[in-house]
């Protein structure tokens, strides 16, 4: 392909599309909407990194890339559609004779969030939850703000604190929801407490069904 060097892959592209869409990887059979794709950035860059396999339907056949349009797809994406923009590594690999498919690979992003572009100008954050793409939950978008501020920083534990690691103790886990209700605290003060201790370790966040429960470290 024009300005996108073609190795020889199919054994090696085969081995990946084994795997199936999972938290790191996604299938992509052609690139329409450069938006959407920089969903699938933002959710990458935000978790742990990633790729997409593009020429590949989501039954894991081997289809190829239609035109080369599918490269500059992904480059707006990842340039003007990303806030702040996301270096994207892609290579092409020939399958089959005159069947390519690109790997594009998606780094992890040293401080989170990366951004979406959305319709209209709002700026979106979103995650990867097993093979799906979510959008990035209040709680996520607070540990994330109190991971960028300076390290070293302490928790002043009081009540609210004593209460939600008891509630984690009593059942293992618990919800946003629930912990607002006994405690009393408006959602956003819940929000920016729970946040602080995510970041501080104190406690971390498993994903179910798409929603966060708050967890023991």
């Known amino acids: 392909m024009k300005d996108l060097p073609t190795i020889k892959g199919r054994y090696y592209i085969h081995s990946l599309i084994e795997e199936g869409e999972h938290e790191q990887q996604d299938f992509k059979f052609a690139i329409s909407d450069a938006r959407k794709i920089a969903r699938s950035i933002s959710a990458f860059s935000n978790h742990n990194g990633g790729r997409l396999l593009i020429g590949v339907k989501d039954n894991g056949v081997v289809a190829g890339i239609r035109n080369e349009e599918d490269v500059y797809m992904i480059e707006t994406a990842a340039e003007l559609y990303c806030r702040p923009s996301v270096e994207v590594k892609m290579t092409a690999f020939k399958v089959e004779p005159g069947t390519v498919v690109i790997r594009a690979e998606i780094p992890k992003a040293l401080r989170p969030p990366v951004y979406v572009v959305e319709e209209g ?39 609210r604190h004593r209460l939600l690691i008891e509630m984690i103790k009593e059942s293992g886990s618990t919800t946003l929801e629930e912990y607002v209700r006994r405690s009393h605290l408006s959602t956003p003060t819940a929000v920016e407490l729970i946040g602080g201790l995510v970041a501080s370790s104190v406690v971390d966040l498993r994903w179910e069904d798409g929603e966060p429960l708050i967890v023991g470290v």
């Open 121 to 159: 100008g709002e700026l979106r954050a979103y995650y990867r939850v097993k093979d799906e793409n979510i959008v990035a939950h209040p709680l996520l978008l607070s540990a994330w703000e109190h991971y960028a501020k300076e390290s070293g920083m302490l928790v002043q534990y009081d009540e």
